[in-house]
């Protein structure tokens, strides 16, 4: 059973670009959460993906935006990159969207924006 | 008012104490309540989840829930250095569609 995975590490872009970032699923799992986790922060929720539609979205302008495939993989864009968005983006998939079941976290992406 | 509260510390126990982690929550509505240990430079990991009132033993790992007071404790037995991370605790709000909102987390230090 493969766990999750996100790519790319890390990333560097500059104000003003666009950036894609993707997460593999936990074999098995249909739902995808994704989370920006700043210096010294908990992760905050950003929206989450569940049989390829967005089921639940946090306090995030319409800029971040997502996508999830039918092998249940996901895509987080965000557009206009602002110095703020310099952050861990983690994702994690579950079995299922109810929030009591078990999310996996993946490695994250470390973007930088300068 | 933040949907999470922590004490973001550091909490430092020595090797072998009880350490103790706090956390309360804004969400009345909320029934479940998670605890995930975050080593530095890695993704959280689920550690505890308690959805009744009263204490949830796992191992070393004691989770205690109030709801009345709306509160959510952690404590480690027999803390050990392997034990020093960010823990982080989180619960769902209903403004998030029921999801995971976190704390910031408290980070524990655990000296041999």
């Known amino acids: 059973e493969t766990g999750v995975t996100q790519s790319p590490t890390h990333l560097i872009k500059t104000r003003g670009q666009q950036v894609t970032l993707r997460c593999s699923s936990q074999?098995?799992?249909?739902?995808v959460s994704w989370y920006q986790q700043a210096l010294g922060q908990g992760p905050q929720f950003i929206f989450q993906?569940?049989?390829?539609?967005?089921?639940g979205r946090g306090n995030f302008p319409p800029r971040f935006s997502g996508l999830q495939f039918p092998n249940y993989s996901s895509e987080l864009n965000v557009n206009a990159l602002e110095l703020d968005d310099s952050a861990l983006y983690l994702c994690?998939?579950?079995?299922?969207?109810?929030?009591?079941?078990?999310?996996?976290f993946g490695p994250g992406t470390r973007l930088t924006v300068l | 008012q933040k949907e999470v509260e922590q004490n973001s510390g550091p909490l430092s126990v020595p090797e072998g104490a009880i350490a103790s982690l706090n956390c309360t929550y804004s969400?009345?509505?909320?029934?479940?309540f998670f605890w995930y240990r975050q080593y530095s430079g890695k993704s959280p990991e689920l550690i505890m989840s308690?959805?009744?009132?009263g204490d949830k033993e796992d191992g070393r790992f004691t989770a205690q829930l109030n709801k009345a007071s709306q509160y959510v404790s952690l404590l480690i037995r027999d803390s050990q250095p392997s034990d020093s991370a960010t823990y982080l605790c989180?619960?769902?709000?209903?403004?998030?569609?029921?999801?995971?909102?976190f704390g910031a987390g408290t980070i524990l230090r655990v000296k041999s």
């Open positions: 994690a998939s579950s079995s299922d969207p109810q929030v009591t079941d078990t999310q996996y």
């Open positions: 074999s098995g799992h249909n739902t």
């Open positions: 993906y569940y049989r390829e539609e967005e089921n």
């Open positions: 969400d009345r509505g909320s029934q479940s």
């Open positions: 308690i959805y009744s009132n």
């Open positions: 989180a619960a769902p709000n209903m403004e998030y569609g029921n999801k995971l909102v």
